[in-house]
Each structure stands twice: as structure tokens, then as C-alpha cells.
């Protein structure tokens, strides 16, 4: 059974020609991070292939636990908090994580972020775990506008962004520091308008 704030994704079946097919697990879910959550995000965020396209700031495991602890997912949907962290689980293993920050409630803006630990990338996971998300966020948090931002060189995010019909408005150029370089970043957003056709 699931939880409400909990979400399960159970893929199509992929071609028996798809190197990727046995790795791929049968069932993806979303939840809310709790503060038992911190630890395994800190060591996410220090993954070579997790850092490579992100300017991630360290954070105390204590801070992070503290954050995660007073999160509070119906908040979202009274127009509360500003900042939201879901856990995303493969075959009942957690695996990656999804942000939402609230850039402005009054005109409904947000930016979503989202990351893989480094075993589960490529698998094909991130796009239903997103799925399962949007839905919620349009219809019953009420957004109009998610943002997303992706490193130009990061064909992977780009691909999921576009296959969800987040659509390119433009370049930002030098937006983060990266490695020591100023890299451009593509802007992508998601309108409710885009998004409740389908």
C-alpha cells in the first residue's frame, strides 16, 4: 500500500535487447526525505558523477538532518515552506533525490533539481521518478511555472528535461562556478498551461 506523499512507478517492459534491462529495477516510488535521509545524501553529494554538473555546497550531516527533520510535505500544498526534498527509491533501495525551492508563491514559480547516485545513473530512472512528481505540484500545490537548469555539456538531464516537454528558453551564460570554470546552463520550464493537456 501506499503512503499518501508517496509515489510508485512501475516502468514499462524493455526490449530483451537492452543491455540495461536486468539492472533496471521493476519499481521506482517517490517519497518525503527525513532526517534519517542525511547521512546517505551527504554521500551522494559527494560523488565525483554527482558533482560533476553541480556546484554542490558541503553541509553538516547534523544541519542536513535538522532540515529534513522539520520538512513538512503538506506544507506544500497550503503554500508554506520554501524548500522540499523527496528520497527516490529503485526496487525499495533508495538512490537519488529531487529538489523543489520555491522561487515565489504569490505568482506560483519553483525550480526543481535532481540527482542519481552514481550505481543508479543511466538505468532510466529519473524520468518516472519526475513523473510522479509533477503532477502534484501543478495540481495540488497549485505552481504555474518549474524551472530547470542543466550544464550545456549535460546531455543526459537535457534529454530528460525535453522528454518531459520542459521546453529550452534560453542560455545563462557563466551562470555557476564549476571545477574552477564559469559554465553556461540551459534554462528550461514547464508551465501548468504545458503540462495539463497531458
Known amino acids: 500500500m501506499v503512503r499518501p506523499g508517496h509515489w510508485r512507478y512501475t516502468p514499462h517492459v524493455t526490449s530483451a535487447l537492452d543491455p540495461r534491462r536486468e ?3 521493476s519499481e521506482i516510488a517517490v517519497r518525503p526525505a527525513v532526517g534519517d535521509d542525511a547521512q546517505r545524501l551527504r554521500a551522494w553529494r559527494a560523488e565525483a558523477s554527482v558533482r560533476r554538473y553541480q556546484p554542490l555546497r558541503d553541509v553538516s550531516a547534523a544541519q542536513m538532518r535538522n532540515e529534513l527533520g522539520a520538512q513538512r510535505l503538506p506544507e506544500l500544498f497550503r503554500a508554506h515552506a520554501d524548500r522540499f526534498v523527496w528520497i527516490i527509491e529503485a526496487g525499495g533501495e533508495p538512490c537519488g533525490w529531487i529538489t523543489l525551492v520555491i522561487n515565489n508563491w504569490e505568482h506560483g514559480l519553483a525550480e ?8 543508479y545513473q543511466g538505468l532510466g ?4 521518478a519526475l513523473v510522479q512528481l509533477l503532477p502534484d505540484l501543478f495540481l495540488r500545490a497549485g505552481l504555474e511555472r518549474v524551472e530547470a537548469r542543466c550544464a550545456v555539456s549535460n546531455l543526459a538531464s537535457l ?15 557563466g551562470y555557476f562556478r564549476l571545477h574552477g570554470e564559469r559554465t553556461d546552463h540551459w534554462l528550461y520550464a514547464l508551465l501548468k498551461s504545458d503540462f495539463l493537456p497531458r
Do not use: K
Open 125 to 128: 530512472l529519473m524520468r518516472p
Open 112 to 119: 526543481i533539481g535532481y540527482a542519481l547516485s552514481t550505481p
Open 159 to 173: 534529454r530528460i528535461l525535453e522528454r518531459l516537454g520542459f521546453v529550452r528558453e534560453g542560455c545563462l551564460r
Open 23 to 25: 539492472r533496471r529495477p
